[in-house]
């Protein structure tokens, strides 16, 4: 399964490369957008990979008790570091141009919703433990 899902994430980083390459000879998307693109796009798609290859390293899917908690651990980085990724662009480049939050958040919705889906796909899997009565 997580040969498909590495071979999945590489076509979406491959296809938002694209599209991006796309906007930016087209002229569309403005150069002052450029560097938070790029950025963002690096940005998600690694954390992404980690995410999923975390699940694969500790083999989370087989233990089953610790999967939830990797789950709302996973949703929590990713808030928590896109927050500090945008306050370190915002404070350290100083954007003059507000529209960069478009490209950010694009690819945050994007990235998040494949490592979502991929997550709660895999916790299909999980065994389940039952409590003791």
Known sequence: ??????????LLTLFCVGVLLLLQYSHILPSSLLTISWASLLFYAIFTFVVLG????????EKGKNFT??????IFLRFLLSAI???????GIKPTNKLF?????SFFVVFA?????????ISKKVPQISLPQ
């Open 113 to 121: 919703v494949f490592e979502y889906y991929y997550l709660i796909k």
């Open 69 to 74: 908690g990797f789950l709302m651990a996973a």
């Open 101 to 105: 939050i478009i490209p950010f958040f």
């Open 54 to 61: 975390s699940v694969k390293l500790f083999k989370l899917q």
């Open 1 to 10: 399964m997580f040969t498909k899902v590495f071979g999945n994430l590489l």
């Open 85 to 91: 990724f945008a306050t370190i662009y915002i404070y």
